[in-house]
């Protein structure tokens, strides 16, 4: 007795794999009305967003984009009672900043040298500390690497005045090398922190494969890994410049008048007499300007190394 046979399955490409599809079809709602309840919670949640991310870019921007327009305004315009949107623009503030016992430009010098330095001096050390880190395998390595991280969360005020004392015994008040070592001290555990939790997305086999083709570790390290994590590097920089550049509180301590900060010159602005505000918007435009230059400039990196999981504290 024979069994009845079941028929084939439809070749793809087939009548009847195009019946299935037409099947399959559901008709498309009319323009304008929503095609199900999901699809409309689902617009009503991209407009929510929409407006979360319009609300701010408005809080962001708006006082920045402020005072770039107080810079460029007379006394008269940025204390008038009523808010100046339309003015004669003049550049006096600045040229204030950079003439007689307001000049500005060694301010602006010793910022790119402390700032520069402490962030390639964070990047560099971080990178090896972190690739050690992230390839060494030993119990409480994770305690470890919250205890690296916890002391950048230390209270500045615990800090300040053990390192004062150190810094007056070793003579580095009032210098670049004090400044650079006490930025150090809240970049290099934010760097090491970061840079193993990038160093450890690298597959340890590429390592491997290096070192059996006859590279040395320092060798694979640096022509394997390193290129591997340069979004990480760029961004382990680009952060502790601008943690280090909006420095106040340790400036203000360890410098003095050969080693002064842009923020301690924004700082002297506000006086017991009287507030200037044209120079005071000037000034902080030259503080914020070249860090949102920077920022743009590795906007690819920046947010590629960002969104790798690097923030994750591995």
Not at 12 to 17: K, R, T
Not at 284 to 290: E, F, L, R, S
């Amino acid at each position: 007795m024979s069994t009845p046979m079941t028929p084939p399955p439809p070749r793809p490409g087939g009548a009847g794999q195009a019946a299935l599809k037409e099947r399959r079809e559901v008709p498309a709602a009319p323009p304008g009305v929503p095609q199900s309840p999901l699809e409309a919670a689902s617009r009503r949640s991209r407009w929510g967003v929409a407006l979360i991310i319009a609300v701010a870019m408005l809080w962001t921007l708006v006082p920045l984009v402020w005072m770039l327009l107080s810079s460029f305004k007379n006394r008269k315009d940025v204390t008038a009672a009523t808010p100046q949107v339309a003015f004669a623009p003049t550049l006096q503030n600045y040229r204030n900043l950079f003439t007689g016992s307001n000049n500005l430009t060694p301010y602006i010098w010793h910022s790119v040298l402390a700032a520069g330095i402490s962030a390639l001096l964070a990047v560099g050390l971080g990178a090896l500390a972190g690739y050690g880190l992230a390839r060494t395998q030993m119990h409480g390595k994770r305690h470890l690497a919250f205890w690296i991280i916890s002391t950048r969360m230390a209270p500045i005020a615990a800090v300040v005045v053990p390192l004062f004392l150190i810094f007056r015994g070793l003579g580095l008040i009032d210098s670049i090398p004090g400044l650079v070592l006490a930025y150090l001290t809240f970049n290099l555990p934010f760097a090491i922190w970061l840079m193993s939790a990038f160093f450890a997305d690298v597959p340890p086999s590429l390592e491997e494969s290096a070192l059996v083709s006859g590279c040395t570790r320092w060798q694979a390290f640096r022509t394997v890994v390193l290129p591997l994590t340069k979004s990480g590097l760029v961004t382990t920089f680009v952060l502790c410049l601008v943690f280090a550049w909006n420095d106040y509180a340790f400036a203000v301590v360890f410098s003095g008048p050969n080693s002064q900060t842009l923020p301690i010159a924004a700082s002297q602005l506000v006086t017991q007499t009287g507030i200037d505000w044209g120079q005071l918007t000037a000034i902080g435009t030259i503080v914020v300007v070249p860090m949102m230059l920077a920022g743009l400039a590795v906007r690819r990196w920046l947010v590629t190394g960002l969104t790798l999981g690097a923030v994750t504290g591995e």
